[in-house]
């Protein structure tokens, strides 16, 4: 993502974890709040409990890749922050793209999609 796609500094993400509205899911919990800015930003937080350094790197890399899928059926002027569970960990590249799915749509981010047309794919 492009760094003005992602929340950089830590007061960034501890006023929207705050402030924010949050959805929970087994594998992770979405923090949104409304920003002043035309676009939406993205940041994700990977605690010492999902695992070792390795494991929680992959599991970033593996969010940051479904996000960058789904950013542009994003509403823009949003900051959102996902927090990764410790199941995350062993959850299929399936079940990870569900999770996120379905707890952006609970949001509201998502942008109605055409009929038929599958969440989070890529045009």
Not at 27 to 54: F, H, M, Y
Not at 91 to 108: F, H, K
């Amino acid at each position: 993502m492009k760094p003005d796609q992602r929340l950089r500094s830590n007061a960034e993400f501890a006023r929207v974890r705050a402030s924010g509205r949050s959805v929970a899911h087994p594998l992770l919990v979405v923090i949104v709040l409304p920003n002043e800015r035309a676009q939406t930003r993205l940041g994700v937080t990977v605690s010492r409990r999902v695992g070792t350094a390795v494991v929680r790197n992959r599991v970033r890399r593996r969010l940051r890749e479904a996000l960058r899928a789904r950013y542009g059926g994003l509403l823009g002027g949003h900051d959102v922050v996902l927090v990764a569970r410790p199941a995350v960990a062993r959850a299929t590249w399936m079940e990870l793209n569900a999770a996120l799915d379905q707890s952006l749509a609970r949001t509201g981010l998502c942008r109605s999609s055409a009929p038929g047309a599958r969440p989070g794919a890529v045009e």
